[in-house]
Nanobody, 121 residues
Framework: VQLQASGGGLVQAGGSLRLSCAAS????????MAWYRQAPGKQRELVAA???????NYDDSVKGRFTVSRDNAKNTVTLQMNSLQPEDTAVYYC????????????????WGQGTQVTVSS
């Protein structure tokens, strides 16, 4: 499975960005697709995850601001980020797993390249 992420950039606080991730390869093996982020000096953390049957999990810090969606026909997952804050600044990674709602990043075997999101104050 290969994951290709896109859509990062620089935005002012309060602004919006939309990240997309396209999966290719052995996509039939994918159940869960997720967005993680890693800020400098911090551990990689889950932002949002969505299963193939539409179950969603958000980190508390992004609830009400971020929306994850998935198009199973196009094998894509999207993260709409609104009301961005400087603390959202990080490299964002797309991940995929055959498991449903894996608890840890190490349970995602497939990762895309990171895309930088920078929010200025």
């Amino acid at each position: 499975v290969q994951l290709q992420a896109s859509g990062g950039g620089l935005v002012q606080a309060g602004g919006s960005l939309r990240l997309s991730c396209a999966a290719s390869g052995n996509i039939d093996s994918i159940n869960d697709m997720a967005w993680y982020r890693q800020a400098p000096g911090k551990q990689r953390e889950l932002v949002a995850a969505i299963t193939s049957d539409g179950r969603i999990n958000y980190d508390d810090s992004v609830k009400g601001r971020f929306t994850v969606s998935r198009d199973n026909a196009k094998n894509t997952v999207t993260l709409q980020m609104n009301s961005l804050q400087p603390e959202d600044t990080a490299v964002y990674y797309c991940a995929a797993s055959a498991l449903s709602m894996p608890r840890f990043a190490g349970m995602y075997p497939y990762w895309g390249q990171g895309t930088q999101v920078t929010v200025s104050s």
